[in-house]
């Protein structure tokens, strides 16, 4: 299957900093005994697993050779450790679309977790502060994109593809990238955003005024930074991709485990 | 053709046949393409038709299987506990309490106020009400009750059983209301005036003669819990899991297969729970 890239991201963490005290630095202060009861990890097992990797090399428990295509014996033992901290109270809940992130951590009841960018700026849209915090080990990475279905032939496939270059002709690149995501074709993205937000979102640079989400809501004032920075210091900093990996229904199944536990 | 339709036989059949058909084309062919699809493999985007055991083997073999299942069975069991003590006393005041039959109707209305709203929301609504800055903590703490928030509140098993029971009393509470007014008074005067007291005229009389409301409020509850995951999920925060949970996790991933032999075997556990229940009563009598 291929596809036209249009869509990536760096994911790490969200925290709380109001309801924290001290710096977090690292994946493995997801299993920090201080927000036992407060932490949460998202319940997809194909994005979930990679989480749980850098978490667990962060702890120094043990060194991947490759995140993206786990052997059994290391599905077992990220399963494990992971198992091992739900059993013990660590996990306030598991969520599964993005609007339940956005209530664990606007309503407090979740100080630390896995979170993807919009969520963030939904949570800070309501008034609440949160931070995509940038990690030592580096971001976890993820890309989507469109694929046309092998049965189109004339008019119709030309229609898709007319479709695909409107998509990437800048004006749903410059809405994703006021959300915190990147366009895969920003240059014609940055025709559709304001210079302040094109320095705050891609280059990283302090807000001249403020910086409202697409659909309108305040999200950093004059002088903020964009959690992260630049362009070139999130996505130079990723150290895994997500993807599917060989033994997935293995793990898809050894998931289903650690969920039941 | 008058003598055909004026055979009963014929005319019997013609007017169950558009019920039949409901049923064949709805109920018993997708319950059969269930079956079929248990038996085929799955790569990770695409199923082939096979017939191979490997799904029900795996599932019979893994010991998530039978941690989940006791875990259904669990809640269920719980929740027909605390329905039918709640159910039973609500149908009991309605049908034995209330004198005038329009009083009886109005309240019977009263209780089914809240299914006007949708099954979900009143399920969701426990969430921001039980939460750690919930409602239900915050008023705890300024009463001086407690000091802390209390975190079993949301998030647990606590959580579950409750919303449970808050949905599905209600499948409880009718039949048994139902059955309770078909009950003859007279039997009830009979027993009082034989000397019986009133702990014995609700144990030796109107037990016995609810016990097909009962069983029926029963097979409600216990079909119901066993099947909805959406509420283990939500009010559990993803943390337990029952069957349903198994076989959607499967879908999402797109291995039909494999949630296909799982749901023909919650569908087998489900048939036999409510085969023995029904040995113990027969609900003929009530239909």
């Given amino acids: ?261 | 053709m008058k003598k055909l339709l004026e055979n009963r036989n014929v005319t019997g059949w013609l007017m169950v046949s558009p019920l039949a058909a409901v049923l064949l084309v709805f109920l018993v062919m997708p319950i059969v393409l269930i079956v079929i699809v248990s038996f085929w493999r799955a790569t990770e985007f695409s199923i082939i038709p096979a017939f191979e055991w490997d799904n029900y083997a795996f599932l019979f073999g893994s010991p998530v299987t039978y941690t989940v299942f006791l875990n259904t069975f669990k809640y269920a069991f719980i929740t027909w506990a605390f329905t039918l003590v709640i159910g039973f006393t609500v149908a009991y005041y309605l049908a034995f309490h209330i004198r005038s039959l329009t009083w009886q109707i109005a309240l019977f209305l009263l209780c089914t106020i809240p299914f006007w709203t949708s099954n979900i929301i009143r399920m969701i609504s426990w969430i921001p009400f039980l939460g750690r800055n919930g409602i239900a903590n915050s008023t705890l703490m300024s009463w001086g009750v407690i000091d802390e928030p209390v975190e079993w509140l949301l998030f647990s098993d606590f959580a579950v059983i409750l919303a449970f029971v808050h949905l599905y009393t209600l499948f409880m509470v009718v039949p048994i209301f139902n059955t309770m007014m078909r009950i003859d008074k007279s039997l009830i005067e009979a027993a009082r005036d034989a000397g019986a007291n009133g702990a014995q005229i609700l144990w030796n009389v109107i037990i016995p003669l609810t016990k097909p409301g009962i069983m029926i409020g029963t097979i409600f509850v216990v079909t119901l819990v066993m099947g909805d995951f959406i509420t283990v999920r939500f009010m559990s925060g993803s943390q337990s899991a029952n069957v349903g949970r198994l076989i959607s996790n499967d879908i999402a991933l797109l291995q039909y297969p494999s949630a296909s032999a799982t749901a023909i075997v919650l569908l087998a556990t489900v048939l036999i729970t409510i085969g023995i229940l029904l040995r113990f009563v027969d609900i003929r009598k009530e239909l």
């Fill in chain 1, 1 to 261: 299957m291929t596809l036209i890239p249009t869509i990536y991201n760096a994911d790490t963490l969200g925290i709380r900093p109001d309801l924290i005290g001290c710096p977090i630095n690292n994946w493995s202060e997801l299993l920090n005994p201080e927000f036992k009861g407060k932490a949460s990890i998202l319940d997809i097992s194909s994005i979930g697993i990679m989480d749980m990797a850098m978490v667990v090399e962060s702890m120094g428990e043990y060194t991947y050779p490759d995140k993206g295509n786990m052997t059994k014996a290391e599905i077992d033992l990220t399963l494990g450790i992971f198992t091992e901290a739900k059993k013990n109270g660590q996990f306030r809940a598991f969520w599964k679309s993005f609007d339940e992130s956005v209530n664990l951590m606007a309503s407090g009841e979740v100080v630390i977790q896995s979170m993807w960018s919009p969520a963030i700026t939904a949570v800070k849209s309501q008034g609440v502060p949160c931070v995509y915090q940038p990690l030592e080990e580096g971001y976890r990475s993820w890309g989507g994109g469109l694929g046309i279905s092998a049965a189109l032939s004339g008019l119709e496939l030309e229609a898709a593809y007319e479709y695909i270059n409107w998509y990437l002709s800048g004006w749903v690149g410059g809405y994703l990238m006021r959300q915190g995501y990147y366009s895969a074709v920003p240059e014609t993205s940055k025709e559709f955003m304001s210079a302040d937000e094109w320095g705050f979102w891609y280059e990283g640079k302090a807000a001249a005024g403020d910086i409202l989400s697409p659909t309108g809501a305040k999200l950093a004032g004059a002088g903020e930074v964009r959690d992260g920075g630049a362009f070139l210091d999130r996505m130079g900093s990723v150290v895994c991709w997500n993807s599917v990996m060989d033994e997935n229904q293995y793990m898809v199944r050894k998931w289903n485990e650690f969920i039941a536990a």
